[in-house]
């Protein structure tokens, strides 16, 4: 369903990327289309 990183070493752990959401108050989501350009709605 979605393509491998492609910086697998920089990934976090599910159980890291849960820690920073609990504890972050805010938060920036970024995603990358298919077709190269960031998605947007």
Known sequence: MFRKMRRCGQQPSEAECVAILQ???????????????????
């Open 23 to 41: 504890q972050e108050q805010r938060c920036v989501l970024s995603l990358h289309g298919e077709d190269g350009y960031p998605c947007g709605g």
